[in-house]
């Protein structure tokens, strides 16, 4: 079956979810996700009547059977109103930041969803974790592959001011032992740099953003580094379905499409976009190249979950930023034959 046709077992779609964080870049995609498999959908947000998330209304489906409400994660009984009847939560809101003062609402707050949604009669949660609290380790060898059973190095973390990363590390390992403790099934997706179309209108363009520098040439050169990249349809796709594959799937899910040099992005932004004035120069000229590390997504393979080239994701990441004015309009020479 592929990942984005309807399941046809267990009735699981006729059961109402919620989403945390239902606005958001990955939220709205998993609400889409959700909607086009038949559930019905509470979606959270600080705001829910605020036109930034309208966009979720307008979603295929939302009419008959998306509602949005407020609930702040640190604001238990919001968080119980809005998990009422859910026999599963998404918590995928946090702050997405490395200010110190918003760790403890990442943390807390997942402690939160978690008790209010065994309160409520949940069964399962699947929680979105980041591959921060994953790959930050100064001491793995290069040739370890990175996997379900890495963890950052929290103290390296702190003294490099990653305080995100610190934040995703005791959120996920709260929701471990919340789920643990209240008798809850829980599902961990670990997604990396996430890239792709939005379906929103972010008052900035997050994980795409370092594209849109690099291809205004406003970051005058790139980092001598790599990273890893995944598709938000493909993180959106993670999360229903070890959702749906419970017992079967539960634990982390390393959500990794790709691992590349900053300097192999910029070149797919210059053969895709030569109009624009896209960043050319390393940071490290001369330097060796850094070397991508090696990684297993296998788990979610096993679950059919195919992942998007990058190429395509990077494609309409940049078209989607045009279209929102994110970015000046130019149109690339000729259709890329990929699509
Ligand atoms: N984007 C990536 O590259 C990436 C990679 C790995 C993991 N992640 C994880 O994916 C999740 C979503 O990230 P995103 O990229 O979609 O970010 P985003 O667009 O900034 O969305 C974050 C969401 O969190 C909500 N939120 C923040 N503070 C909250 C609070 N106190 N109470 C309730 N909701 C709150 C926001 O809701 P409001 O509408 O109420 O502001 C917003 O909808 C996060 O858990 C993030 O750590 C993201």
């Avoid at 407020?70 to 119980?80: E, G, I, T």
């Avoid at 900035?204 to 291809?215: E, K, M, P």
């Avoid at 960043?279 to 850094?290: F, N, Q, V």
Wanted: aromatic share 8%.
């Amino acid at each position: 079956m592929s990942s984005s046709s309807k399941a046809s077992d267990g009735g699981e779609q006729q059961r109402l979810v919620c989403v945390t964080g239902a606005g958001g870049f990955i939220g709205s995609w998993v609400v889409k996700e959700l909607l086009q498999r038949g559930y019905r959908v509470r979606g959270t947000a600080r705001g829910p009547a605020d036109c930034k998330n309208a966009h979720l209304l307008a979603l295929e489906g939302a009419k008959e059977r998306l509602t949005l409400c407020r609930a702040d994660v640190l604001d238990r009984d919001s968080l119980r109103a809005a998990f009422a009847g859910c026999h599963g939560v998404f918590h995928v809101a946090s702050p997405v930041s490395n200010d110190p003062e918003l760790v403890p609402v990442a943390v807390e707050g997942t402690r939160n969803v978690i008790n209010a949604a065994a309160d409520m009669g949940a069964r399962r949660v699947v929680f979105t974790s980041s591959y921060g609290a994953v790959h930050m380790d100064p001491n793995r060898s290069p040739d370890a592959v990175l996997d379900e059973t890495c963890w950052s190095d929290y103290e390296f973390c702190k003294k490099t001011d990653n305080l995100y990363c610190c934040a995703k590390m005791m959120a996920e390992i709260t929701a471990a032992e919340a789920a643990a403790r209240r008798g809850l099934e829980l599902a961990v997706v670990v997604p990396c740099m996430t890239m792709g179309p939005m379906l929103h209108q972010p008052r900035s363009v997050s994980s795409n953003h370092h594209v849109a520098l690099y291809l205004m040439g406003i970051k005058e050169t790139y980092p001598n580094a790599v990273a890893a990249y995944v598709d938000v349809r493909d993180v959106a796709r993670a999360h229903v379905l070890v959702y749906e594959r419970y017992p079967a799937s539960r634990g982390r899910y390393l959500c990794i499409g790709t691992v590349l040099h900053r300097a192999q992005l910029v070149a797919m932004l210059k053969e895709f976009f030569p109009q624009y004035p896209v960043t050319a120069r390393c940071e490290d000229d001369g330097m060796p190249m850094a070397k991508p590390y090696k990684f297993c997504s296998q788990r979610l393979k096993d679950q059919s979950l195919e992942f998007t080239p990058l190429r395509k994701s990077l494609y309409e990441a940049v078209l989607c930023m045009q279209h929102k004015g994110h970015l000046p309009a130019i149109k690339p020479q000729q259709q890329r034959a990929y699509l």
